[in-house]
């Protein structure tokens, strides 16, 4: 079993700044990807950024530029930091993590954490 806890959510004004961590523990697989999505009321669950084991990550379109994903291996822990916020970011923040190939095992998510952007 693995284990995500998130952390950083909060309240922010429109254009400030906001770190969160999801801290993985358990049975981690030892290649795997970790991202964040996120969900506000109403709507889908979308994929807001992921990062592989090595480093290689991917953003949605409407992130790039101002989010930064990053993990450190050896705490098992991902971050996303979060610059120039926007109303429309507003969502709760899922952490999840997937083993590399699919067929290695299930993914994992965490709880969430709010994000509220003010404007």
């Known amino acids: 079993q693995v284990q995500l806890v998130e952390s950083g959510g909060g309240l922010v004004q429109a254009g400030g700044s906001l770190r969160l961590s999801c801290a993985a523990s358990?049975?981690?697989?030892?290649?795997?990807?970790m991202g964040w999505y996120r969900q506000a009321p109403g709507n889908q669950r979308e994929l807001v950024a992921g990062i592989t084991s090595s480093g290689t990550t991917n953003y949605a379109d409407s992130t790039k530029g101002r989010f930064t994903i990053s993990r450190d291996n050896a705490k098992n822990t991902v971050y996303l930091q979060m610059n120039s916020l926007k109303p429309e970011d507003t969502a709760v923040y899922y952490c999840?993590?997937?083993?590399?190939?699919?067929?290695?095992?299930?993914?994992?998510w965490g709880q969430g954490t709010q994000v509220t952007v003010s404007s």
């Open positions: 999840k993590l997937d083993p590399a190939v699919a067929r290695l095992g299930p993914g994992y």
């Open positions: 358990g049975s981690i697989p030892r290649f795997n990807i």
